[in-house]
T-cell receptor, first 112, second 118 residues
C-alpha cells in the first residue's frame, strides 16, 4: 500500500543553518505530494505541494522537488529561523477522492 | 486559502460522559470532511471520512459506536465521543477539501480540539 517515510527527529539547528528533512514515498502512479507544518498546539497548515514529477513546491523560503526516479520529496530551507520551530509532515494523496497519507512527522527546533 | 474551524478548542470532561466536537468549513462547501486523531509526538491517524448526507466511512480499528460522526450539511460535520474514558484523551483534528480550489487533494485543517477525560 501507499506509505510515507521521513527522517527521524528531533532535529535541532542553530538559526541561519541549512535545513534538509528527507521524505520518501511508496505509491503507484503519480501521487500528489505535500509538506504540512504544525506549530505547537495548533492544527496543520499546508506548507507546499507538488502534483507531478520534477515540480518544485516553494513557500516561505522552503522548497521541495518531486523526484519520481528516487520517489522522494525532500524539504529544504537555506536559512532557518527560530519561528520555523515546528513539526513537519510529508504526505501524499493518490487520486482526487483518496485520503491523504501522512509520514510520522519530524520535529524541528531552531535555537538562537 | 479555505478556512476550517473547530469548536471547542479544548474540552475537559468526566469519564462516562459524551463530548461533541464541531468542524465547519467557513467559506466553502465541503462534501467530504475527515477526522483525525493525534497522540503526543505522533502523526495523524485517520479515523473516518465524513460524507454529507450519508454514513461515515470508518478506518479499520475505529469503533463506530464510540465515535459518532454526522455530516448533516455541506459546511458542518460533528464528531461525538460517547461514554468517554481517559484513553480517549487526545488531539482531534478535522479537515476538508474545497473541490473548487484543491483538485490535487489538498486538505484544509481545523485548529484541532484537545480532549481531556478525567
Amino acid at each position: 500500500g501507499n506509505s510515507v517515510t521521513q527522517m527521524e527527529g528531533p532535529v535541532t539547528l542553530s538559526e541561519e543553518a541549512f535545513l534538509t528533512i528527507n521524505c520518501t514515498y511508496t505509491a503507484t502512479g503519480y501521487p500528489s505530494l505535500f509538506w504540512y507544518v504544525q506549530y505547537p498546539g495548533e492544527g496543520l497548515q499546508l506548507l507546499l505541494k507538488a502534483t507531478k514529477a520534477d515540480d518544485k513546491g516553494s513557500n516561505k523560503g522552503f522548497e521541495a522537488t518531486y523526484r519520481k526516479e528516487t520517489t522522494s520529496f525532500h524539504l529544504e530551507k537555506g536559512s532557518v529561523q527560530v519561528s520555523d520551530s515546528a513539526v513537519y509532515f510529508c504526505a501524499l494523496s493518490q487520486t482526487s477522492y483518496d485520503k491523504v497519507i501522512f509520514g510520522p512527522g519530524t520535529s524541528l527546533s531552531v535555537i538562537p | 486559502g479555505a478556512v476550517v474551524s473547530q469548536h471547542p478548542s479544548r474540552v475537559i470532561c468526566k469519564s462516562g460522559t459524551s463530548v461533541k466536537i464541531e468542524c465547519r468549513s467557513l467559506d466553502f462547501q465541503a462534501t467530504t470532511m475527515f477526522w483525525y486523531r493525534q497522540f503526543p509526538k505522533q502523526s495523524l491517524m485517520l479515523m473516518a471520512t465524513s460524507n454529507e448526507g450519508s454514513k461515515a466511512t470508518y478506518e479499520q480499528g475505529v469503533e463506530k459506536d464510540k465515535f459518532l460522526i454526522n455530516h448533516a450539511s455541506l459546511t458542518l460535520s460533528t464528531l461525538t465521543v460517547t461514554s468517554a474514558h481517559p484513553e480517549d484523551s487526545s488531539f482531534y483534528i478535522c479537515s476538508a477539501r474545497d473541490p473548487g480550489t484543491s483538485p490535487y487533494n489538498e486538505q484544509f485543517f481545523g485548529p484541532g480540539t484537545r480532549l481531556t477525560v478525567l
